[in-house]
């Protein structure tokens, strides 16, 4: 079972409440989060409401 640390699992749980739309991918090595990426999308309209 992965080992997640209170700083780790605050900092995660942080990420998934602050973005809208995208993801977070957690990457673990021997059961230790080794790396922690997010990606946000941003939706942009057009004047005319077209995307």
């Known amino acids: 079972m992965a080992k997640i640390t209170p700083e780790y699992e605050k900092y995660i749980l942080s990420s998934i409440k602050d973005i809208d739309y ?29 995307r």
Do not use: F, P, Y
């Open 22 to 50: 995208g993801s977070v991918v957690i990457t673990l090595h021997a059961g230790k989060v080794a790396q922690v990426e997010i990606t946000e999308k941003i939706r942009v309209e057009t004047n005319n409401g077209k």
